[in-house]
């Protein structure tokens, strides 16, 4: 007769052996690996920590490809802002898998967000304890840029923004430091008016997706200034592109990418305070002109970003935003950049005088 078998919480085996009736009843342990069918004790033996937009993001992962692809996103960035870090645990498996998922599709409730490509490719992330699981097949880490744009840059920025930040469709610059937000749709000039800026001494910031830093006294925006993106269009409008090498970025798009580290001439900062909210609106011909935009129309277009997370974290950024508007908002209608910067510095000068 074999010893009835049993297990602890704890997943340690327990032998009940037979005894006489004249004998009490004791117990045997013996010890054995605890069962992980779901990879809660995944070893991820390698540990970085970086700090994209000046918060730390504290990485665990069996791959080397994992941090050298963060070290290739965020190596730019010094710790800036004093506060609890998140935390990213990234699996990579060998498996099945030989070619690179498509783009991830994204959903979410309440304070999860899920990225999932493929069987073998996906992420959870809890936006509450600032925490992300991600499981990835060894051929998607191959693809660098892949791997930083729908994975490591998706979880950290989600994470960082929930915790920390209001997220801005908008490019930044600054002039005599003064930050100006430049708002649009996709195609209204952001990138181009920023280069533009930035080629006439103006400190850049971010040229498409900038971020407010939520509970300080002041408006201050973050935002990566390592590389500028331009569409291939702008070669018309800057003919020393030209020379340029067109690049696929990883949403299919044609660019021209600018290293801001390649070029000296170049002024960068990682923050700056926020003066003005401006929105552009590119126009056939005319001179540069400013005017009035009205705070219903700004509001709704900036909320057109938020749209994760419970209500509690949502109404957080929309009260950032209406911090950020009290002090109104202005269109520009232009024509020709030079003209349309002219028109941003003298706004500044004006001002600063008063």
Not at 213 to 231: D, F, I, M, Q, T
Not at 279 to 298: C, I, N, T, V, Y
Request: glycine share 6%; proline share 6%.
């Amino acid at each position: 007769m074999t010893d009835p078998i049993m297990t602890d919480p704890t997943g340690r085996i327990i032998v009940l052996e037979p005894r006489a009736s004249s004998e009490r009843e004791y117990v045997r342990e013996e010890s054995a690996p605890r069962p992980d069918p779901i990879g809660c004790d995944f070893n991820l033996p390698l540990n970085d920590v970086f700090h994209p937009l000046g918060f730390t993001v504290e990485i665990a992962t069996n791959s080397k490809r994992v941090l050298e692809a963060a070290e290739e996103s965020w190596k730019s960035f010094d710790p800036v802002f004093n506060a609890p870090p998140v935390e990213l645990r990234i699996a990579v498996l060998d498996g099945d898998a030989r070619e690179c998922p498509p783009a991830p599709t994204c959903r979410g409730q309440r304070n999860l967000v899920m990225f999932v490509a493929s069987p073998h490719d996906f992420a959870v992330c809890d936006l509450t304890s600032g925490f992300a699981s991600c499981w990835l097949s060894a051929s998607t880490v191959e693809n660098s840029a892949y791997l930083r744009y729908h994975f490591l840059d998706a979880m950290a920025l989600l994470l960082i923004e929930a915790s920390y930040l209001t997220p801005i469709h908008a490019a930044c610059v600054a002039f005599d430091g003064q930050g100006l937000l430049l708002c649009g749709e996709s195609g209204a000039g952001k990138s181009s008016l920023s280069f533009a800026c930035v080629r006439r001494g103006w400190t850049f910031v971010s040229d498409d997706a900038s971020f407010l830093v939520r509970g300080g006294k002041h408006n201050v925006a973050v935002g990566n200034p390592s590389h500028l993106h331009l569409r291939e269009s702008a070669t018309e409008l800057f003919a020393d592109l030209r020379s340029n090498r067109l690049t696929p970025r990883i949403n299919g798009e044609m660019a021209i990418e600018l290293a801001t580290a390649n070029m000296p001439q170049v002024s960068t900062a990682a923050q700056s305070p926020i003066a003005f909210l401006v929105f552009l609106d590119r126009q056939a011909s005319g001179p540069a002109s400013l005017h009035p935009f009205s705070k219903e129309r700004a509001s709704a277009a900036l909320e057109e970003v938020i749209c994760y997370g419970e209500q509690h974290l949502r109404n957080a950024q929309k009260l950032t935003l209406r911090h950020l508007l009290r002090a109104g908002a202005l269109e520009l209608r232009y024509s020709d950049l030079d003209s349309a910067v002219s028109c941003l510095e003298a706004l500044v000068r004006t001002s600063a005088a008063y």
